[in-house]
T-cell receptor
């Protein structure tokens, strides 16, 4: 099966600019996740979708970050305006359903964002 | 807030040595997963442990879930350069997966 696709792989922007990331999950996967991974740290969950509804966005900085999953398939994550501390790898993951141990996460290769 | 702490943060060993990585929390988790991440790639699931006290083996890797389901360990026997990477534990709770801070392992030939 095809894996989780993310684009772009790399992005360099100046602070206060905006940026968008795209994710196409594995076909048939109902749950989609966006994680932020700062260098040297573990991934931090930003937002979790079940089909096209938001399950958890408690750690999403909503004043500057937004995400949508129209039609319950692919998803975009946007940052506007970007800050220096947003420099990180943004990982998208999907799972068949949220049944925890019975539905493992499959990750894309991420988008590395550098804000200068 | 559920937190997972991993130790050590960084480990550099010689090929053939054994090592153990720890994952600790004050919270109880429904299950605990271990992932390995290589540079430029996303994490890849190694194993899931569900029952307190459970031990799972994956070739030279042994995973154990604590009796109280608050901690876990990963033991690698006779490490090889191919084991180099970032090892992440992740605890499942409240329909979310919380990741630890990671242990970066370097196995020198």
């Amino acid at each position: 099966e095809a894996g989780v696709a993310q684009s772009p792989r790399y992005k360099i922007i100046e602070k206060r600019q905006s940026v968008a990331f795209w994710c196409n999950p594995i076909s048939g996967h109902a749950t989609l996740y966006w994680y932020q991974q700062i260098l040297g740290q573990g991934p931090k969950l930003l937002i979790q979708f079940q089909n096209n509804g938001v399950v958890d966005d408690s750690q999403l900085p909503k004043d500057r970050f937004s995400a949508e999953r129209l039609k319950g398939v692919d998803s975009t994550l946007k940052i506007q305006p970007a800050k220096l501390e947003d420099s990180a790898v943004y990982l998208c993951a999907s799972s068949f359903d949220w049944t925890g141990s019975n539905s493992p996460l499959h990750f894309g290769n991420g988008t590395r964002l550098t804000v200068t | 807030t559920q937190l997972l702490e991993q130790s050590p943060q960084f480990l550099s060993i010689q090929e053939g040595e054994n090592l153990t990585v720890y994952c600790n929390s004050s919270s109880v988790f429904s299950s605990l997963q271990w992932y390995r991440q290589e540079p430029g790639e996303g994490p890849v699931l190694l194993v899931t442990v569900v029952t307190g006290g459970e031990v799972k083996k994956l070739k030279r890797l042994t995973f154990q879930f604590g009796d109280a389901r608050k901690d876990s360990s990963l033991h690698i026997t006779a490490a090889q350069p191919g084991d180099t990477g970032l090892y992440l534990c992740a605890g499942e709770g409240s329909y979310k997966l919380i990741f630890g801070s990671g242990t970066r392992l370097l196995v020198r030939p």
